[in-house]
């Protein structure tokens, strides 16, 4: 067995699903992904992606709706998880954190305790896309 099907088998083994989205390797879904598989798919990209079902743009991405997490009411931040759950503790963390800094952006006042949630947040996010897990901001 080849690599690329080594690695297919395993997404498969783990109740996930791979296909080729506008020339990229999508999973679904992403968080039972580990990261040592991910990094797996990332190294046998170019032999995988002739394995895979394709979806061309033109069709709607599979589970296109991504899920919105919002601690706060109307037009406060809110995080984007482009992943189905359950999710990883670092979608909650980053949630929190979030939470944090867009009660310290209302009363538009800075400190060190919003600096470092700041902080803590970029390493949520950082750790959530290692782990294949899409995740940003918006308002």
Not at 12 to 17: D, F, I, K, P
Not at 75 to 91: I, K, Q, S
Not at 100 to 121: K, M, N, Q, S
């Amino acid at each position: 067995m080849t690599a690329a099907a080594e690695v297919l088998a395993e997404i498969r083994a783990l109740g996930a699903v791979a296909y080729r989205w506008d020339g990229r390797v999508r999973l679904r879904p992403g968080s039972v992904i580990p990261p040592g598989l991910l990094a797996a798919v990332r190294l046998h990209k170019a032999e995988i992606l002739p394995l895979l079902p394709t979806v061309t743009p033109s069709e709607p991405e599979p589970n296109p709706a991504p899920w919105i997490i919002s601690h706060e009411g109307d037009g406060g931040m809110r995080l984007v998880v482009d992943a189905e759950p359950p999710w990883p503790d670092a979608v909650f963390a980053a949630a929190a954190l979030i939470a944090i800094l867009d009660r310290a952006h209302r009363e538009d006042r800075a400190t060190p305790t919003v600096d470092e949630a700041a902080r803590l947040l970029d390493g949520a996010l950082a750790a959530l896309h290692r782990d294949g897990v899409d995740a940003w901001l918006t308002s």
